[in-house]
């Protein structure tokens, strides 16, 4: 699969393959897809054994990269259904840069656009991608993180404080 390489304002440079990409540590654009259900609690998926990175760790409830020539939002909503076995309205939040390298040799270097939306409905995540699914509140994943940190992804212990920033924000109008 070839991904989009970006220059720090998310312009696209250019494309590249996936693996190729988080061999050299290349910036490429990323999603993240936050999911709440009515009490407020985020919809967590535990990334399935075969992943190449980041195997078995509880992450936010979608992840992926657009393709050349794929609108970012039109990406997370086929991801979304694909990952997860549903759609919902998405909302774009906001962006970050982030890098993480991993124990594999591999690193992410991403600028992750970030989209929350709400949903109650029966999630059918697909096993290939996903191993196993909650809802959790932002409080116990919080106290999660603290006491369990290798238990999560590094994209979503990064994250996760910029979301409860977001939220704070659009809160206080």
């Known amino acids: 699969m070839e991904v989009?390489?970006?220059?720090e304002q998310d312009n696209a440079i250019g494309s590249m393959g996936k693996m190729e990409v988080h061999e050299k540590a290349i910036l490429h654009r990323a999603f993240s897809i936050f999911i709440f259900n009515k009490k407020g609690e985020i919809l967590l998926q535990k990334r399935a054994a075969n992943k190449y990175h980041s195997a078995g760790l509880w992450?936010?409830?979608?992840?992926?990269?657009?393709?050349?020539?794929?609108?970012?939002?039109?990406?997370?909503h086929n991801r979304l259904q694909e990952e997860m076995g549903f759609t919902t309205e998405l909302?774009?939040?906001?962006?970050?840069?982030?890098?993480?390298p991993f124990d594999n040799g591999l690193t992410e270097h991403?600028?992750?656009?970030v989209f929350t939306g709400t949903y109650n409905g029966i999630v059918q995540p697909n096993?290939?991608?996903?191993?196993?699914?909650c809802y959790q509140s932002v409080e116990a994943i919080k106290s999660n993180i603290i006491m369990q940190p290798g238990n999560f992804t590094e994209w979503f212990k990064i994250a996760l404080p910029k979301l409860e920033q977001?939220?704070?924000?659009q809160q206080k109008g």
């Open 127 to 133: 096993p290939q991608e996903v191993s196993d699914y």
């Open 91 to 100: 909302s774009k939040t906001f962006s970050f840069i982030y890098k993480a």
């Open 4 to 7: 989009i390489l970006v220059d």
């Open 166 to 169: 977001y939220i704070a924000k």
């Open 59 to 76: 992450t936010n409830t979608c992840c992926s990269h657009p393709r050349p020539g794929e609108d970012t939002l039109t990406a997370a």
């Open 110 to 113: 991403e600028y992750d656009h």
